[in-house]
Nanobody, 122 residues
Framework: QVQLEESGGGLVQAGASMTLSCTGS????????MGWYRQAPGKEREFVSG????????SFASLGNERFTISRDTAKNTAYLQVDSLEPGDAGVYYC???????????????WGEGTLVTVFS
C-alpha cells in the first residue's frame, strides 16, 4: 500500500514563495510518478505539476507555470512543489498524487494524499 504524506502550506502572504513537500511510503512508491493537484473553493480539482520516477521529466498545467517548480529527491522519495510570487488565485487545497501511468490525468491517479490547505492573504 502506498501512502503520501504532505507538508507545507498554511497561511502565506501574496507575493511570497512557498514549498510543499510530499513523501511517498510503501514498497512500490518509488516506482510511481508523483505530482500535485489543486482544488480551489467551489472548483474542481485541477492538475498543477508532475514529476517522473527519475525526477528528470516534469510537466505543468497552463497555470502560469513560470511560477511553479517541481522537483524530486529520489533518495527521500519526496516531491517538492515551489510556488513563487503567490497570488490569491493560488489558494486552495493542494493534493499530492501518485500514478503508475499518467500523473496529469486525474482519473489515472492511483493514490492521493489527504491534502494541505494553502491560504493566501494580501
Amino acid at each position: 500500500q502506498v501512502q503520501l504524506e504532505e507538508s507545507g502550506g498554511g497561511l502565506v502572504q501574496a507575493g511570497a514563495s512557498m514549498t510543499l513537500s510530499c513523501t511517498g511510503s510503501g514498497p512500490t512508491s518509488r516506482n510511481l510518478a508523483m505530482g500535485w493537484y489543486r482544488q480551489a473553493p467551489g472548483k474542481e480539482r485541477e492538475f498543477v505539476s508532475g514529476v517522473s520516477v527519475s525526477g528528470k521529466t516534469t510537466s505543468f498545467a497552463s497555470l502560469g507555470n513560470e511560477r511553479f517548480t517541481i522537483s524530486r529527491d529520489t533518495a527521500k522519495n519526496t516531491a517538492y512543489l515551489q510556488v513563487d510570487s503567490l497570488e490569491p488565485g493560488d489558494a486552495g487545497v493542494y493534493y499530492c498524487a501518485a500514478s503508475w501511468s499518467e500523473i496529469g490525468v486525474a482519473r489515472l491517479v492511483d493514490y492521493w494524499g489527504e491534502g494541505t490547505l494553502v491560504t493566501v492573504f494580501s
